[in-house]
C-alpha cells in the first residue's frame, strides 16, 4: 500500500441529531473522537468481512 493511500480522507454520513449527539456523548466518555470510533468499527467490519469470504 503506498503512503497516499493511508492518508485519511473526509466522509459524510446522515444519522439523526439524537444518534448523534449521543454517540458523541458516549465517545466523550471514553476518551475517544466520533472519528476514532467510526475509522475502528469500518477496519473490524472491513476483516470481519473479509474472513467471512475465505
Given at each position: 500500500?503506498?503512503?497516499?493511500?493511508?492518508?485519511?480522507?473526509?466522509?459524510?454520513?446522515?444519522?439523526?441529531?439524537?444518534?448523534?449527539?449521543?454517540?458523541?456523548?458516549?465517545?466523550?466518555?471514553?476518551?475517544?473522537t466520533?472519528?476514532?470510533?467510526?475509522?475502528?468499527?469500518?477496519?473490524?467490519?472491513?476483516?470481519?468481512?473479509?474472513?467471512?469470504?475465505?
Open positions: 500500500m503506498s503512503k497516499k493511500e493511508n492518508e485519511p480522507v473526509e466522509l459524510r454520513l446522515c444519522v439523526s441529531k439524537d444518534v448523534k449527539n449521543k454517540f458523541k456523548g458516549v465517545c466523550a466518555m471514553q476518551g475517544l466520533m472519528s476514532e470510533v467510526i475509522a475502528q468499527f469500518m477496519q473490524n467490519y472491513v476483516n470481519q468481512q473479509h474472513n467471512n469470504n475465505l
